[in-house]
Nanobody, 126 residues
Framework: QVQLRESGGGLVQAGDSLRLSCEAS????????MGWFRQAPGKGREYVAG????????YYADSVKGRFIISRDIAKSTLYLRMNQLNVEDTAVYYC???????????????????WGQGTQVTVSS
């Protein structure tokens, strides 16, 4: 099972940018499709973005489309989430997720993920 560790969260102001990282270990990174989720206080978990093994197919929630960019670096076994034009509604704990998958072009659905990191807090002030 792959182990995931997020980093890069923090307190920023509305309009700022932030990049989250998720380092994978104890597994073969190239065998896993990856995703980012978030959970705000009092709300359910939201599937924010996903990327295929090859990086050629991506999913974005409507709430972040055009502002967030998901990417992966196979050599570093690391997943990234670049977040631009942050607003207070983006405040949440952000989680990295992984799913071992045979189709290198497929982006998993929300319920497909079965490996999770511990999360990193992102707080956006107005």
């Amino acid at each position: 099972q792959v182990q995931l560790r997020e980093s890069g969260g923090g307190l920023v102001q509305a309009g700022d940018s932030l990049r989250l990282s998720c380092e994978a270990s104890e597994g073969t990174f190239r065998d896993y499709a990856m995703g980012w989720f978030r959970q705000a206080p009092g709300k359910g978990r939201e599937y924010v973005a996903g990327v295929s093994i090859r990086g050629d197919f991506k999913y974005y929630a409507d709430s972040v489309k055009g502002r967030f960019i998901i990417s992966r670096d196979i050599a570093k076994s690391t997943l990234y989430l670049r977040m631009n034009q942050l607003n207070v509604e983006d405040t949440a704990v952000y989680y990295c997720a992984a799913r071992e998958i045979g189709n290198v072009h497929r982006v998993p659905l929300s319920d497909d993920y079965d490996n999770w990191g511990q999360g990193t807090q992102v707080t956006v002030s107005s």
